[in-house]
């Protein structure tokens, strides 16, 4: 993908090629280590950051770095969409609580926000370079720069021993589908839709971690969890915004009818 597409690269400036080193091996690489090492650590606090923190870090970057417009209804269904990610993510235990009961460490809470900064730049810095790069272009370009830096990681630690046969196609399967094709479809959506609002859309992810464990691993749903899901997805659906293509700056976008 990324010789056919060997044109598209002529456009691209120092600064581009910048951003897409921080994507691929800030919020590819290092993000994806950080995330991992906290499960070894035992750590629950990979998802409350990464869900309560990424967004706003994303916001932040995006208002900065872009300027984006956001519709008129953003700054107040946002902390709705928040308030429902926070009732999928502690059911009704408060994060005192949470950390007590699932004994949360702070080193692993370090490297889980270390993790929620990388992707949060990673959303920023890909809708930048959609304004020069189709949404395959960007997402090969990703996964190219991003090999040679997990080889790196896994030469240091060893590599991490052999596969056994049965691991392999759950391996390839999230490579293929959560990773190539989650992509794909993540950078289509990205291309039309502000980055602020694009971090929030992110926040399914624990709807759909709710609902896989309910029925593959017969964990609970909690009526909170429920409600934190219909707060969640209502406050997106009531995020209407008008599409604004990937590099055009406009002065205001009202929301869509």
């Not at 399967?173 to 980055?195: F, M």
């Not at 909170?224 to 406050?235: D, E, N, P, R, T």
Request: aromatic content about 10%; some cysteine; hydrophobic content about 55%.
């Amino acid at each position: 993908m990324v010789w056919i597409a060997r044109d598209e690269l002529r456009s691209l400036n120092l600064g581009d090629w910048a951003a897409l080193i921080v994507i691929a091996v800030g919020a590819s690489t290092l993000a994806t280590v950080l995330f991992t090492q906290t499960f070894s650590m035992g750590s629950p606090t990979t998802v409350l950051l990464l869900q309560k923190t990424q967004p706003l870090i994303a916001i932040g970057l995006a208002a900065l770095m872009l300027r984006e417009p956001l519709p008129g209804r953003f700054w107040l269904t946002a902390p709705v969409a928040l308030a429902g990610a926070f009732f999928i993510m502690f059911g009704d235990a408060g994060p005192l609580e949470f950390f007590g009961a699932t004994g949360g460490s702070p080193a692993g809470a370090a490297l889980a926000l270390g993790a929620a900064i990388l992707w949060g730049a990673g959303t920023v810095l890909g809708r930048t370079l959609l304004g020069k790069l189709s949404f395959p272009t960007l997402t090969s370009l990703r996964f190219t720069l991003a090999l040679p830096a997990l080889a790196v990681v896994a030469f240091a630690n060893g590599w991490g021993g052999v596969l056994a046969a049965e691991q392999w196609p759950n391996l390839l399967a999230t490579a293929l589908l959560s990773g190539l094709a989650g992509l794909l479809i993540y950078y289509r959506g990205l291309r039309e839709t502000p980055a602020a609002i694009a971090t929030l859309c992110e926040l399914c992810f624990p709807i759909s971690a709710v609902i896989l464990n309910y029925f593959l691993l017969g964990a609970a749903l909690t009526a909170y969890q429920a409600i934190g899901i219909v707060l969640l997805w209502g406050a997106l659906a009531a995020m209407q915004h008008r599409s604004v293509p990937a590099g055009r700056r406009v002065a205001q976008v009202e929301p869509a009818t």
